[in-house]
């Protein structure tokens, strides 16, 4: 994005990569949710405002064909939140007070303190990457979790909640056991 659009703040620069495999003992994934909420698909895009992207020379940017749905998106972030990470929960035969570590999508600064609070993980630990790497978008959970375990914030052992989304509405929960 260019750097004057006052929307840039949202997006790092970053890129990650999860080399996922067989684990030794009980380590893995318990229990996943994903949902959709399809009527919010145009709260935001990459193109030209007024134009499709492939129509007009220039230099794309984040356009939002439907201001009202952003809002819809941002405002119901825990509660999406929640309703994925209770049935990924679900999934795994858990609850909230078996959680140990949560990470969770940063599109905001706030964002994982409400989500993790709504979803009942005032317990678990967390590690926020938002006032320094910004919006990585798909990059953020990785990136949680790489420096969460190389600070010795998540460890071998713990149960794992994760949230993450996009817009348009897709969001998930994960539920796994870290460690090698």
């Given at each position: 994005?260019?750097?004057?659009?006052p929307q840039s703040a949202w997006f790092g620069d970053g890129a990650t990569a999860e080399v996922i495999g067989?684990?030794?003992?009980?380590?893995?994934?318990?229990?996943?949710?994903?949902?959709?909420?399809?009527?919010?698909?145009?709260?935001?895009?990459?193109?030209?405002?007024?134009?499709?992207?492939?129509?007009?020379?220039?230099?794309?940017?984040?356009?939002?064909?439907?201001?009202?749905?952003?809002?819809?998106?941002?405002?119901?972030?825990?509660?999406?939140?929640?309703?994925?990470?209770?049935?990924?929960?679900?999934?795994?035969?858990?609850?909230?007070?078996?959680?140990?570590?949560?990470?969770?999508?940063?599109?905001?600064?706030?964002?994982?303190?409400?989500?993790?609070?709504?979803?009942?993980?005032?317990?678990?630990?967390?590690?926020?990457?938002?006032?320094?790497?910004?919006?990585?978008?798909?990059?953020?959970?990785?990136?949680?979790?790489?420096?969460?375990?190389?600070?010795?914030?998540?460890?071998?052992?713990?149960?794992?909640?994760?949230?993450?989304?996009?817009?348009?509405?897709?969001?998930?929960?994960?539920?796994?056991?870290?460690?090698?």
């Amino acid at each position: 994005m260019d750097y004057a659009d006052p929307q840039s703040a949202w997006f790092g620069d970053g890129a990650t990569a999860e080399v996922i495999g067989a684990s030794q003992g009980a380590a893995g994934i318990l229990g996943r949710s994903t949902m959709t909420e399809s009527r919010l698909r145009n709260a935001v895009a990459i193109g030209r405002a007024g134009s499709k992207w492939y129509e007009a020379p220039g230099r794309l940017g984040m356009v939002s064909p439907d201001r009202k749905s952003g809002y819809q998106i941002l405002l119901g972030f825990a509660d999406y939140g929640k309703r994925v990470v209770d049935a990924a929960l679900s999934d795994a035969g858990l609850s909230s007070s078996d959680v140990t570590f949560f990470g969770c999508h940063q599109a905001q600064i706030w964002q994982r303190r409400v989500a993790q609070r709504y979803c009942g993980l005032d317990a678990a630990r967390a590690l926020d990457t938002f006032d320094w790497a910004g919006n990585l978008t798909s990059a953020n959970l990785p990136l949680v979790l790489e420096v969460a375990q190389r600070g010795g914030v998540l460890r071998d052992g713990d149960v794992v909640a994760l949230y993450g989304g996009g817009a348009g509405v897709t969001v998930s929960g994960l539920i796994a056991k870290w460690g090698r």
